[in-house]
């Protein structure tokens, strides 16, 4: 097996490892009520620190997108997905840095749809209740 398939294989193995997709899933729940959190006025010590989270949460994203895409057969493919292509842009405008100017409104809508990551996780999220 050459170096490159060996790559590959280690984040095929990281996409699917059931450990790893619950902590996603615990990250974009951390995420939420982070958000939620930043609805209220807070002391200067505690937007600090929510601030770093945003951070550490954005770069997890970010790295968690590419692995997904390292693991998947071609680009093409990845984007064939409506979910990956949701995911990508979601995480892709997370990374524009917004402060407190008219766009913050945006920057907190679009990290609530980070929520929204959990039905592309989730496939029972997906389906309609019976």
Known sequence: MSRVSNLKQTFIDIRSNKFFETFVIAVIIISALKVGMGTYPLGPRLTSALLMLDYA???????????????????????????????????TASLI?????????????????????????????ARPAE
């Open 57 to 91: 949460v954005t770069v997890f994203f970010l790295v968690e997108i590419l692995v997904r895409i390292a693991a998947e057969h071609s680009l093409r493919r990845f984007f064939s997905n409506g979910w990956n292509v949701f995911d990508f842009l979601i995480v």
């Open 97 to 125: 840095p917004i402060d407190q100017s008219e766009m913050a409104l945006l920057g907190r809508l679009l990290r609530i749809f980070r929520v929204l990551r959990l039905v592309s996780i989730i496939p029972e999220c």
